[in-house]
């Protein structure tokens, strides 16, 4: 188990500055969702869990679709932090480590190194996969998937929601 340490926060000293709290209470809605969904993708990589292994491939690709999707919704929260003096002044007081984090993510917003494979990576498949369901592409993805592949795809039900898969779509999306 990790060590953990806890702080306690007055809300009222956060409301007297409410737009830098905004996005900071935004950015640790973000850490929450990335870290519940890498909590959940671990958890389909255990072959330990009780995760049924016809299900195992589907929630891997679930919880990285969703860690792409919180991501890609970070971004704008980063540049809003920069844009704050109070924030950026408060970011000073932050250990090197963590501001070397924060500047990754720095240079995937518009005019940084990292921006145009994010753009064409990430934020492509938060439009494409992550919460949308594009027509086209899942057409595109069936013609390529029928053409090389001759492997029957499957469709799992059981009054257990927990079995239900349909690795079929799995298939396709993973094309």
Same mark, same amino acid.
Not at 12 to 18: D, E, Q, T
Not at 52 to 78: D, S, T
Not at 126 to 148: E, M, P, Q, W
Not at 151 to 160: R, Y
């Given at each position: 188990?990790?060590? /953990? =340490? =806890?702080?306690?926060?007055?809300?009222?000293?956060?409301?007297?500055? !409410?737009?830098?709290? *905004?996005?900071?209470? #935004?950015?640790?809605?973000?850490?929450?969702?990335?870290?519940?969904?890498?909590?959940?993708?671990?958890?389909?990589?255990?072959?330990?869990?009780?995760?049924?292994?016809?299900?195992?491939?589907?929630?891997?690709?679930?919880?990285? #679709?969703?860690?792409?999707?919180?991501?890609?919704?970070?971004?704008?929260?980063?540049?809003?932090?920069?844009? *704050?003096? @109070?924030?950026?002044?408060?970011?000073?007081?932050? !250990?090197?480590?963590?501001?070397?984090?924060?500047?990754?993510?720095?240079?995937?917003? !518009?005019?940084?190194?990292?921006?145009?494979?994010?753009? *064409?990576?990430?934020?492509?498949?938060?439009?494409?996969?992550?919460?949308?369901?594009?027509?086209?592409?899942?057409?595109?993805?069936? @013609?390529? #998937?029928? #053409?090389?592949?001759?492997?029957?795809?499957?469709? /799992? /039900? *059981?009054?257990?929601?927990?079995?239900?898969?349909?690795?079929?779509?799995?298939?396709?999306?993973? =094309?």
């Amino acid at each position: 188990m990790g060590k /953990t =340490t =806890t702080q306690y926060v007055d809300l009222a000293k956060l409301a007297r500055h !409410p737009e830098e709290a *905004s996005i900071v209470i #935004r950015l640790m809605m973000v850490c929450n969702d990335v870290a519940a969904a890498t909590a959940g993708l671990l958890e389909a990589w255990d072959k330990a869990s009780e995760i049924a292994e016809h299900v195992r491939w589907g929630r891997k690709m679930y919880m990285a #679709r969703l860690q792409i999707g919180h991501l890609a919704e970070a971004l704008p929260i980063i540049e809003e932090l920069r844009a *704050s003096r @109070r924030l950026i002044k408060i970011l000073e007081a932050f !250990p090197q480590e963590r501001l070397n984090q924060l500047h990754e993510l720095e240079s995937c917003l !518009p005019g940084g190194q990292r921006h145009k494979l994010f753009t *064409s990576v990430i934020v492509r498949a938060r439009n494409a996969t992550a919460f949308h369901y594009d027509g086209k592409l899942v057409s595109r993805a069936l @013609r390529d #998937r029928a #053409r090389i592949t001759t492997k029957l795809q499957t469709v /799992t /039900t *059981s009054n257990d929601i927990r079995l239900v898969r349909f690795g079929l779509a799995d298939g396709i999306l993973d =094309t």
